[in-house]
């Protein structure tokens, strides 16, 4: 919801222990979002088939399914909750950009009932926000099945008990997050980027500026890719995420799969909301060449 108006000439300081004030809006979108949905949408644009797990639910999600599953998604994963519906976030923002945010968790709180020991084929298994319980699950789940570990606990680390976040850390294979969350981390935990790289991939993502990927092997500082236009960076980082793993799936090294994830998030810039964007590989790599100077080289020949 887009508000014309500013927040603070309607929300005065000393007033707000007795809150009530409306907004009236002149612009309402319904935008399928969800990180794990929007991880494995780019991820199937990208080439891969992803499998979706999730909890949500049964009412409001059949048209989404099966959007996904167009689009290349295998959602047999998901868990489906007859009497709650799939969780929601209603967002407001002026015209300044402040956001105030409601979020109804609904059937991400029973995420813990997807039960990932039932698939004895996972390669990697991403671990992104979501209920706290199911993300200790999940983590624990990744290493039984011998899957190499993405972990983007993002904003569920405050919420994370301090074991369940070290475990995470400690079994990841790749820990991806924006500089402002490794920060919590280090708050959390005592542990740095440069502690965290020493044994793993961290892909640390800093909006405009770029990225990095720091390794055992070194840093990879990777450029922000061009932009046709600004619209909207909800869902950037997911899409960054998909593109690295995807790369690295493909056999690049981690310079050409950050750039890789840099390339995709701008296709979600460019667009409203985290899931309006396409490309096919022969068009993924034309632009890669122009935003990067140089050939995408990769060993799939799903990029051919």
């Keep these: 919801m887009e508000f014309g108006g500013r927040f603070g000439d309607y929300i005065l300081p000393e007033k707000t222990n007795e809150l009530n004030v409306a907004f009236l809006v002149e612009r309402l979108e319904r935008r399928r979002g969800g990180t794990a949905a929007n991880i494995c949408f780019s991820l199937a644009l990208l080439g891969e088939r992803p499998l979706l797990c999730a909890a949500v639910g049964a009412a409001d999600f059949v048209d989404y399914a099966a959007a996904l599953e167009a689009d290349g998604v295998d959602t047999t994963g998901v868990l489906t909750c007859d009497d709650v519906s799939t969780a929601t976030a209603f967002i407001t923002t002026d015209q300044d950009g402040n956001q105030i945010t409601a979020f109804y968790p609904g059937a991400m709180a029973r995420a813990a009932g997807v039960d990932l020991s039932v698939y004895g084929d996972l390669s990697e298994v991403v ?178």
């Excluded at 924006?178 to 502690?195: P, Q």
């Excluded at 892909?203 to 055992?216: F, I, K, N, Q």
């Design 127 to 304: 671990v992104g926000a979501d209920d706290a319980e199911a993300m200790a699950l999940h983590v624990d789940q990744a290493r039984a099945l011998g899957a190499r570990l993405v972990f983007v606990p993002a904003q569920q680390i405050p919420a994370m008990p301090d074991a369940v976040l070290r475990r995470g850390l400690d079994q990841a294979w790749l820990i991806a997050g924006n500089d402002y969350e490794f920060e919590m981390i280090r708050d959390r935990t005592g542990l740095s980027i440069e502690d965290l790289s020493a044994a793993r991939m961290v892909a640390v993502t800093r909006g405009s500026a770029g990225s990095e990927l720091h390794s055992p092997d070194g840093v990879a500082v990777i450029p922000a890719a061009p932009l046709t236009n600004v619209v909207d960076p909800t869902g950037a980082g997911d899409a960054y995420i998909a593109g690295v793993l995807a790369g690295l799936r493909s056999g690049a090294s981690p310079d050409v799969a950050g750039r890789i994830g840099s390339l995709a998030a701008a296709y979600v810039v460019e667009q409203h909301g985290p899931q309006r964007h396409r490309f096919d590989a022969a068009a993924f790599r034309d632009r890669y060449l122009a935003a990067f100077g140089a050939s995408l080289q990769v060993q799939s020949e799903r990029w051919a």
